[in-house]
């Protein structure tokens, strides 16, 4: 009988793994590990490793090839445990044999001036599904939702040059972060379907994916992974962030400074490693500034979402545009309200499901969707 697949599209570890030194097979004390993932009947992930801050310096590849080296390190020493996809049919063949499979990505940008043959050398070591635009808008190719403001009007001759790469090497490609108008230009260019891995849906919580999005995306056979963040998929919770705005600005500001991180030093021309080494501690202490347990603010418990409020924006994307295009992209991270609090929680998102809609079609959304376009894109 075949493994039943329950996939998210949009997990992150192996930066902690770098940064932290954790062993992601080891119950963590806030966000996501694979270790409660696995124990709670997910079988399929997409790792995304992100290379955080480097982009101003000029080292997003240098970053990206050390969280991808950590990626392999982890997978070979947990072999028994999981195994790295480059195919759907390696992820369901890992699942059948009891492991989590695991696709790698990255967000943040694998190279911010968008070199072909970075990408090409980075497929060769396994990479799989890549976010277009970064976390910021300093890039070649595509305009992004924050950092801004963009510059090419969505995305540019390099970045249509760039899908088209990716589309011949089989590589997914994810719209997340980047404006309405990148996204819909990359979806236009993309031969593939694309995915946008973790977002919310604007007209639920009034945060996200627009509906004209959202059936273009659908049009192109993708799907919509919704996101974990309880201010994306919280309408209560929005509106209660919205009346406290101090300690909302002060909740996202470890993230911001660690994503968008800037400084007027640059490398000397006859550096011997100094500036690396300062930058690497940079990165370091804004990273451990981010990824802390969250507590929850005094008197927002009344407003945090569930489980149900989760799952309404999945039944939003059934209905505007068909069971076949929504999945799980919770984006499970510390520092921030999430739904569920941590990976042991999938259950009671499946549970959640089940309330809204039919079994072939939670079956659809658990991981089958993700398969499916996964096997398109990818091979």
């Known amino acids: ?26 119950p963590q004390p806030f966000g996501f590990d694979y270790a409660r993932a696995a124990a709670s009947g997910v079988n399929v992930v997409i790792e995304n490793v992100a290379p955080y801050g480097f ?3 000029n080292y997003t590849p240098r970053q990206a090839l050390r969280l991808i080296e950590t990626f392999h390190r982890v ?9 790295i996809a480059l195919t759907a049919d390696d992820a369901r063949r890992i699942a059948a044999d009891g492991r989590l499979a695991v696709f790698l990505g990255i967000e943040s940008g694998f190279d911010h001036d968008g070199d072909p043959d970075v990408l090409r050398a980075l497929y060769r070591l396994g990479l799989r599904v890549v976010q277009f635009a970064t976390q910021t808008c300093f ?26 790469t990716m589309n011949e090497l089989g590589i997914l490609i994810d719209i997340t972060h980047a404006t ?11 031969r593939a379907p694309v995915v946008a891995s973790h977002v919310s849906m604007a007209a639920v919580s009034g945060a996200g994916m627009s509906d004209d999005t959202l059936r273009a995306l659908a049009a192109g056979g993708g799907l919509a992974g919704i996101i974990g963040a309880s201010a994306s998929i919280g309408a209560r919770y929005r509106d209660w962030l919205a009346a406290h705005p101090d300690q909302a600005a002060g909740a996202a500001a ?11 030093l640059t490398r000397a021309a006859r550096d011997h490693g100094e500036f690396g080494s300062w930058l690497d501690e940079q990165a370091r202490a804004r990273h451990q500034a981010a990824f802390q347990p969250w507590t929850e603010f005094p008197g927002a418990a009344g407003a945090v979402p569930t489980a149900d409020d989760w799952a309404a924006h999945v039944r939003h ?3 505007v545009a068909g069971a076949d295009h929504a999945g799980i992209g919770l984006d499970l991270v510390g520092g921030r309200s999430c739904v569920p609090q941590d990976a042991s929680g999938y259950p009671d998102l499946i549970a959640a499901l089940e309330r809204i809609t039919t079994a072939g079609n939670v079956t659809k959304v658990a991981g ?12």
């Open 139 to 164: 890039n070649a190719y595509a305009d992004a939702e924050i950092d801004g403001p963009p510059s090419w009007h969505g995305i540019n001759d390099r970045g249509r040059e760039l899908i088209a």
């Open 368 to 379: 089958e969707n993700w398969m499916r376009v996964l096997a398109a894109a990818v091979g």
């Open 75 to 83: 997978a070979e020493r947990h072999a028994d445990t999981m195994g």
């Open 180 to 190: 309405a108008p990148a996204q819909q230009q990359i979806i236009a260019a993309s």
């Open 317 to 319: 994307v059934i209905e």
């Open 55 to 57: 982009r101003n310096f």
């Open 254 to 264: 470890p993230v911001g400074a660690m994503v968008t991180f800037t400084s007027s």
């Open 1 to 26: 009988m075949p493994v039943r697949i329950v996939a998210d599209g949009h997990v992150h570890i192996t930066n902690r793994v770098y940064w932290e030194g954790i062993d992601p097979w080891q």
